[in-house]
């Protein structure tokens, strides 16, 4: 079952203890609630990355895809990334894609420029000019390597994840981006947190809830790819 913004207040509500409309009819307490929430939700995009896999997560309700393009620009070397078109923070760099003008884009090899050696590293050469074939990822900017010889519109795409698309107090209809089963995490996270600041007699419950709930999220995501058929291969064992 999913739940909108108005259902998750209301669930709340009643797992604090409290009267209905409390928190609805309130603007300082909608207003603490909504903080609690958004935390709630970033604590739950940690748990979707880490186990999310080959298919990664992303909040349904961005209306992009999770990736950014740009134009190369000739003779620029380096490129931030640090929101989306949506002005999302972008939360980490997956892969890079180039593209010469008129072709396809390439996955870009990834380099650390602070590991591989001066000799290989990135900072080699820096004034050489060509087609990038590798990148150094630092904070959120890409470091094309080598130094691009001609400007391509839509030259460079980043696979990336991002924040969440986070609730306000205005929200009444709208859903959490996320699976539906896992719709009570927003309003059963933040009533954990809300009985431990409060000590009531409901928090050893909602405790193991939220435990379990958690464990069921990072289950899910786990097995999401199962279009992927796992190989086994033969591993030689040396007897000598």
């Not at 909504?34 to 995009?45: G, Q, R």
Request: proline share 4%; glycine share 6%.
């Amino acid at each position: 079952m999913s739940l909108t913004q108005t259902q998750i207040i209301r669930q709340y509500e009643k797992e604090i203890g409290a009267n209905r409309g409390d928190i609805a009819d309130n603007s300082t307490r909608l207003e603490d609630f909504v903080d609690e929430e958004n935390i709630a939700f970033s604590d739950y995009l940690t748990l979707a990355f880490n186990t999310s896999g080959t298919w990664k997560f992303d909040d349904s309700n961005h209306t992009d895809f999770p990736e950014i393009v740009t134009d190369i620009v000739a003779g620029q070397r380096e490129y931030p990334f640090v929101v989306d078109e949506e002005g999302n923070l972008v939360l980490d760099i997956y892969k890079v894609y180039a593209k010469e003008t008129g072709r396809d884009y390439l996955g870009l090899e990834p380099i650390d420029a602070d590991t591989t050696g001066v000799e290989n590293g990135i900072t080699a050469g820096s004034t050489i000019q060509g087609v990038p074939y590798r990148y150094d990822k630092t904070a959120n900017v890409i470091i094309l390597d080598p130094v691009p010889s001609a400007s391509v519109t839509d030259g460079l795409k980043v696979s990336i994840n991002r924040e969440a698309t986070f609730f306000t107090t205005a929200d009444t209809t709208k859903k959490p981006g996320v699976p539906g089963l896992h719709h009570k995490w927003f309003y059963l996270r933040p009533a954990l947190d809300y009985a431990r600041r409060n000590t009531l007699n409901s928090y050893n419950r909602l405790e193991a809830e939220v435990l379990k709930l958690e464990t069921d999220i990072k289950k899910a995501f786990s097995r999401r790819a199962k279009d992927e058929q796992n190989i086994l291969t033969a591993v030689t064992i040396d007897s000598e």
